[in-house]
């Protein structure tokens, strides 16, 4: 019965988390998580600068709403600030687009005039929506939402800004170069010339301003694994390989950790990260992923978005500004990668966010930056990377003297655990692939044991991939698989009476 069966659940982080908490509370006694690193949390991961608390993982609660899990379940440990559980903030639905009051610094050191540039944020939002409602049409002119973007917004610049004065509209082309590097870090990309404009719409929001955790992301898994019977989770424990079988005999799994230990169970939960999967599935499973499985995990996206932490004495910015735009005027060829990684990897970040309310932050900004610009960044020392903001944003704001007084950044992709950010739909992916790397193992049609090896994790969620309730989701989502099975074949292990 359920109550016997050995579940072992790999990686520790929200997915990992979720799938031991829905099977405890089923009953299942013998469930435990292996985790490669010293901490829970994976992804979600609260830091420090100075006495700063800031986020180096997952940042918000995207649509914080009574569908979304993760408000339900940060809303029930009281981890939110009173503004975000109002029924008016669940209700306000801007699409996952962001909301906020923006200002935009050039390369030639001014800020820009909001109404000059107006026009190339509202075109781009426009080609944006209409790349997520692509996806019904029939015949696909356009391979990535990229080309599509640089098509439209040239075809629209020559035709509908062409009595624009040469200036103002190579400024406009260079606004979306911009917009399409922020629309790189939402997607968690290189570029968006390797995003499917046949997929873009799979993926969907959900109503609610997005917000944050006052205390920190981790309050939440923290939360969650106070829940959970100590001892269950084996921490500094990397799983090196999965022996599953295609063969009837043999009735069980046999995980092998990196120190030689061997741990043999009726099912296993995988819950890796698609970029660790992508770098490690020829050593991980044994026998190899059937090839629609490997195929899908070579075909679906995963991409790195680093942020980088600024602390300042005092602002340059405005009281009322929430997110700051770099844009480089030598871009009006609509780019959202540099020439050259080495020397100009600075230009992919699009710029900052700035960190809310004063009170609590003080003058801390948030920089992002995806790809492979990101991945290089990754490599300097913190000083260089010090070095290369100071420059940037005193000659983007014309003033020479702005010196930060500390940052912090991410480093995901070398993360040997996590190899980047998040996951999605890249060129020539389809629903398809989702269904592919969430399928369990054995295959459907098999005749072996059912249900060796299953798949959770942020990257096999149908419609919410790469975020943390998508992850959540998934989670429950192969709990329920294996709860269902046993109550199934429960009833003929008991004489009937
Ligand atoms: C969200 C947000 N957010 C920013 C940044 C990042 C991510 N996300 P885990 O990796 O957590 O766990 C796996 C564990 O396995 C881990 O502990 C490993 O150590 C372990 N492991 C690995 N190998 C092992 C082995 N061999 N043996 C044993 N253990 C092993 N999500 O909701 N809001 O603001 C952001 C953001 C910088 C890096 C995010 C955000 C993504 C989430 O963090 C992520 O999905 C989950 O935490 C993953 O949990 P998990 O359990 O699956 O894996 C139109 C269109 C648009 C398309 N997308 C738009 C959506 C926007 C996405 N936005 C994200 C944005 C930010 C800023």
Request: glycine content about 8%; charged content about 20%.
């Amino acid at each position: 019965g359920h109550r016997d069966a050995k579940v072992v659940i790999i990686g520790c982080g929200i997915a990992g988390i979720a799938a031991a908490q829905k099977l405890v509370k089923a009953g299942f006694h013998h469930v435990r998580i292996l985790e490669a690193t010293g901490r829970s949390g994976g992804r979600i991961k609260t830091g420090r600068i100075g006495d700063k608390i800031v986020e180096i993982g997952a940042n918000w609660i995207h649509g914080p709403c009574e569908e979304n899990p993760v408000f339900c379940l940060a809303r029930q440990y009281g981890l939110l600030d009173p503004e975000a559980l109002k029924p008016e903030n669940q209700a306000l639905d801007v699409g996952g687009h962001l909301p906020w009051v923006p200002r935009f610094f050039s390369s030639s050191g001014r800020e820009l005039n909001a109404e000059d540039i107006l026009p190339a944020q509202k075109l781009f939002l426009e080609l944006i929506n209409e790349s997520s409602d692509f996806q019904s049409q029939r015949g696909e002119p356009w391979p990535s939402v990229g080309d599509f973007l640089r098509a439209q917004v040239q075809q629209h610049a020559a035709e509908k800004w062409k009595d624009v004065d040469e200036a103002t509209r190579s400024l406009r082309l260079c606004v979306i170069s911009n917009m399409l590097k922020v629309e790189c870090c939402v997607n968690g990309t290189h570029t968006m010339d390797e995003v499917s404009m046949g997929a873009f719409g799979v993926y969907k929001t959900l109503p609610g301003l997005d917000c944050t955790f006052p205390g920190g992301y981790e309050g939440l898994t923290q939360n969650l694994m106070a829940e959970l019977p100590a001892g269950l989770v084996t921490y500094n424990k990397p799983v090196r390989c999965v022996n599953w079988t295609s063969a009837k005999s043999a009735e069980t799994v046999m995980v092998e950790c990196d120190d030689g230990q061997k741990l043999v169970a009726d099912h296993v939960i995988v819950t890796v990260p698609l970029g660790y999967l992508k770098k490690h599935h020829s050593t991980m499973f044994h026998p190899p992923l059937p090839l629609h499985k490997l195929h899908s995990v070579q075909r679906l996206g995963f991409g790195t978005n680093n942020k980088i932490f600024v602390e300042f004495d005092s602002p340059w910015w405005d009281a009322d500004c929430e997110v700051i735009f770099f844009v480089w005027e030598d871009e009006d060829a609509v780019v959202d990668q540099v020439p050259d990684v080495q020397s100009s990897w600075i230009k992919k970040l699009f710029g900052f966010t700035v960190l809310k309310p004063t009170e609590r932050y003080g003058h801390l900004l948030c920089g992002w930056i995806s790809g492979h610009e990101s991945e290089y960044m990754e490599t300097l020392s913190e000083q260089q990377v010090t070095d290369a903001i100071t420059q940037l944003i005193r000659r983007f704001t014309g003033n020479p003297i702005i010196t930060p007084r500390r940052i912090l950044r991410s480093q995901w992709f070398h993360d040997p655990w996590t190899c980047g950010s998040y996951s999605n739909l890249g060129k020539g992916c389809s629903e398809q692939d989702l269904d592919n790397l969430m399928e369990p193992l054995p295959p459907k049609g098999s005749k072996s044991q059912p249900l060796q090896v299953l798949f959770a994790g942020e990257a096999t969620h149908h419609c919410y991939f790469s975020t943390v309730h998508g992850a959540v989701l998934t989670g429950w989502r192969e709990a329920d698989r294996l709860i269902s099975h046993y109550s199934l074949i429960t009833p003929s292990e008991f004489p009937k009476s």
